[in-house]
DNA sequence: TGATATATATCGACGTTCGTAGTATCGTCG
DNA sequence: CGACGATACTACGAACGTCGATATATATCA
């Protein structure tokens, strides 16, 4: 799973949202560092929903616009389970080797 | 960037490897999870090579068969340390929303 | 009046990965 | 002694997700 989608779900576990409101949620969830594109945005609720992993959550017209809204599904919330926990574990081991690394360089340099 | 390609920079971060010795590497690094397509493999070490995030370490002929070795760079360090911190917060971001929504789901469900 | 924020839709282009096929050597098992 | 699996690299088309641009429309503020 790419980062956008992976913000796309994480956005939604926070609850229902249409989808402006993920794009905003994801910008502030990641510190401004994933400014979702609509293009993405839209192709990956099609295809996560077409996954079960997100659903329609009805329409709404506030102030004349339409809103699309989605939530989760309990497939989608294990499924970002998995993928954070893969994160957090290839993160962890990447980072027992550069740490053992460093300590060779310094060995080596010193 | 993309797991093989980071499982790549994790796996040159143990030392100088050869192109097969990378896929072997990175398949036990991650517990078998990631399995290198050699077309990935090659595709990636080139694109990181003109990054300069790995660099060509000498070719050997080993019982025959040829062997082309790479190593880290150190921009390729600081690189794959970018990454992991990157995907290490994002897991942690995800891990407390799900924490939050199971608990909410629980008091719904109770 | 024009710029900015809100809100969704679509489409071609691009980059990374996948899948497969090809070439070749070495060791092992039958 | 021949088949097979492991080792080792090269090459290429297909698939997939993301990007960037374009389009449409309303509300608000200067």
Redesign the interface.
Known sequence: M??PT??V??SL???RKHGYGIIKDAES??DG?VILKVGTLYAALDRLQAEGLVVAAGDEIVSGRLRRYFE?TEPG?AS??A??????L??????D??K??AARVTAVTA
């Open positions: 790419r980062e992976f913000f779900l994480a576990a926070d609850g969830l990641s560092r989760l919330a970002l389970a993928e954070s926990e893969r994160q957090a290839n993160a962890r081991r990447a980072q080797r550069l053992q690394r």
